[in-house]
Structure formats: C-alpha cells, structure tokens
C-alpha cells in the first residue's frame, strides 16, 4: 500500500523510498499539494511527481533510475551540423514558462498531458525562487525547442521537453550538457529510460548510488 499524504502534513513527510512498489515500479506516494516547500523536500529524496488530469498528485521513485553523465552525452555529427546549419541559438531562462507550456501541449503520438496547469504554476514558482530553469532553442525570434527542470546541488532534474524543428530538443539538452560542464553538475535525472534517451547516452543508475549525488535536504534554502 502506498502512504496517502495530507496538505497539512510537513512537506518532508515521505515514506522510506523502500517501500515504493514494484508495480506501478516506483510509486510511493499520493497527495499532499505541490508547494515549493514538499516539492523540494521530494527532489532532494529522489522523489518526483507524475500525475494525469483527474488523479491525485503521485510521487515516485524509480529503481534504477534513468540518468545522463554530460559528458558522456552523446552529441552525434548530425546533431552538431544540424545546429550549426539550422540557426539555432542556445538561451537559458529566456521564457520559462513558454517552454513549459509548449512540453505541456498536445503532440501526435500522445494528446494527453500530465502537465496539468496546477504543475506549470507550480513550476513556475520553482523558477520565480532560483530552482526551475529552462534551456531553450530559438531560431531568430522563434521558440522552437526546449527543455525545463530543477537544479539542486550538483543534480539537475530534468522534467520534461519539446521540439518544433528536427533536432531542436537534442540541441536543448546538448546545451544543458554543455552547462552542466561548466557549472559542475554532475548528472542529469531523466526519470524513466526510453529508446530516445538511450540514443543520446542515458544509462540506468540504481537508486542507492542515485541518492549519493543528491544534497542533504535540511541543506535547502527556499528563496
């Protein structure tokens, strides 16, 4: 049985990640609220929410989990002709919630969203305090492709992207593999595998040497 969280309860109030289960792989908990408070307690205890419009929210945590080293990235020579010759420009924090609106979109393969308004307003929050930050491909003054999530410590949390050209996306997360280089962030979440991010250099990590990256929650100052 998975724990049942109270908006009242204290934003830390996370059952053991043990006792997530194996089928949904990865579920531990629901309800509580998406306050910035719970929503860093969560991130810093390797826990995410994933809901669908009508359920309560879900909190998560997958074993293994997916993730990216940047620099074993996987940046392909098409990739690189393909910023190169496309005019494709690498912004971060341009337009935030642009980027999360566009990721919330109904796209061909799958109409539905879990980007629910409640979480782009509480993304938005995140990115208002210093924690959401998104990575952005413009073309002039398009927004074209794009990615958003949360930085903690020497972890970004990526959360989900988008593409309106061939290639943008990649470019987005080649941009955010650049900086986690040059900012010393040291992994890239992804959540979940998928044949995509295999492509581009994901690898399953198990939760236990997850969680050694991550900083200490009462370490996080909401600001």
Same mark, same amino acid.
């Given at each position: 049985m998975i724990?049942w969280?109270? @908006?009242?309860? @204290?934003? #830390?109030? /996370?059952?053991?990640?043990? $006792?997530?289960?194996? #089928? *949904? *792989?990865?579920?531990?908990?629901?309800?509580? #609220?998406?306050? +910035?408070?719970?929503?860093?307690a969560?991130?810093?205890?390797g826990?995410f929410?994933?809901?669908s419009?009508?359920?309560?929210?879900?909190?998560?945590? *997958?074993?293994?989990?997916?993730v990216?080293?940047p620099?074993?990235?996987?940046?392909?020579r $098409?990739?690189? =002709?393909?910023? =190169?010759?496309?005019?494709?420009?690498? !912004?971060?924090?341009?337009?935030?919630?642009?980027?999360?609106?566009?990721?919330? &979109? @109904?796209r061909?393969?799958? @109409?539905?969203?879990? +980007?629910?308004p409640?979480?782009?307003a509480?993304? &938005?929050?995140? !990115?208002?305090?210093? /924690?959401?930050h998104? /990575?952005?491909i413009? =073309?002039?003054d398009?927004?074209?492709?794009?990615?958003?999530?949360?930085?903690?410590g020497?972890?970004?949390f990526?959360?989900?992207?988008?593409?309106?050209?061939t290639?943008?996306?990649k470019?987005?997360?080649?941009?955010?593999?650049?900086h986690c280089?040059?900012?010393?962030?040291?992994?890239?979440d992804?959540q979940? *595998?998928?044949?995509?991010?295999r492509?581009?250099?994901s690898?399953?990590?198990r939760? !236990?040497?997850f969680?050694?990256f991550l900083?200490?929650?009462?370490?996080?100052?909401?600001?």
């Amino acid at each position: 049985m998975i724990t049942w969280l109270s @908006p009242a309860d @204290p934003p #830390d109030s /996370f059952p053991p990640l043990e $006792s997530a289960l194996r #089928d *949904p *792989p990865g579920l531990l908990a629901a309800g509580g #609220d998406l306050s +910035i408070a719970r929503l860093l307690a969560a991130y810093a205890r390797g826990i995410f929410p994933w809901y669908s419009p009508g359920q309560p929210v879900l909190w998560w945590s *997958p074993d293994p989990r997916e993730v990216i080293f940047p620099q074993q990235f996987h940046r392909s020579r $098409s990739l690189t =002709r393909s910023m =190169r010759t496309r005019g494709f420009t690498l !912004h971060r924090n341009r337009d935030f919630e642009a980027v999360v609106a566009a990721c919330a &979109a @109904p796209r061909a393969a799958s @109409p539905g969203t879990w +980007i629910t308004p409640e979480m782009q307003a509480a993304y &938005a929050r995140l !990115h208002q305090h210093g /924690f959401a930050h998104s /990575f952005e491909i413009w =073309r002039g003054d398009e927004l074209v492709g794009g990615l958003y999530g949360v930085q903690l410590g020497r972890v970004f949390f990526g959360e989900s992207m988008f593409s309106r050209q061939t290639d943008a996306s990649k470019a987005a997360l080649a941009g955010l593999a650049e900086h986690c280089m040059a900012h010393c962030i040291e992994l890239i979440d992804c959540q979940l *595998p998928s044949a995509h991010l295999r492509s581009l250099g994901s690898q399953p990590m198990r939760r !236990h040497e997850f969680l050694g990256f991550l900083p200490k929650p009462d370490g996080i100052v909401s600001r």
